[in-house]
């Protein structure tokens, strides 16, 4: 399979929380990507994008654009270096479960399921869904069927309760 490595940039203010990776038309080429493909990106994590062109001011630079969101999911920083992959077919989410990062309102499944519609998403990756003026973030803790990549209008999300939060820290506890 066709690989290249790009140098890790900030994404454009406009692309932040989209899932959005933006790369020159050449390194698409390589990859045999066009706009709106999924790409893997493996940095010492591997997570997925959806491919956008770079703006012409940033062509033939060999880098690539991508928000803290993505950076952190493929723990990789700004000036580093990530290999990406072309995403073969991936099949949809039917549920989605995830874990607020830290204590949040009250907020309803459907209303995450609506603000991840059309986001690549990996197990354990960290998503933001916009919440009045600001954005929460969630860790994506269980998908189903596990090796579902995609979410769509279809997939049911979870929010884990506090109850199952107590319940993972008890079984981290007897564990370790």
Do not use: C
Not at 127 to 139: A, N
């Amino acid at each position: 399979m066709a690989s290249v490595t790009l140098k890790v940039l900030e994404a454009y203010t406009r692309d932040v929380g989209r899932g959005v990776v933006r790369m020159d038309y050449d390194s698409m080429d390589k990859l045999e990507a066009r706009t709106g493909d999924l790409v893997w990106i493996i940095g010492d994590r591997r997570t997925l994008g959806k491919v956008l062109p770079l703006y012409p001011s940033d062509e033939g630079r060999g880098i690539i654009r991508m928000d803290r969101l993505i950076r952190m999911n493929s723990q990789r920083a700004i000036d580093s270096q990530v290999t990406l992959e072309k995403a073969g077919d991936l099949s949809l989410v039917k549920e989605v479960w995830v874990k607020p990062e830290k204590e949040t309102a009250p907020i309803g499944g459907p209303y995450i399921s609506d603000a991840l519609d059309g986001l690549p998403i990996v197990l354990g990756d960290k998503v933001m869904v916009p919440y009045f003026s600001g954005r929460l973030e969630f860790f994506v803790s269980k998908i189903e069927p596990p090796h579902a990549h995609i979410v769509n209008g279809d997939t049911k999300a979870h929010i884990l309760d506090e109850a199952e939060k107590l319940r993972e820290t008890r079984k981290k506890n007897t564990v370790d």
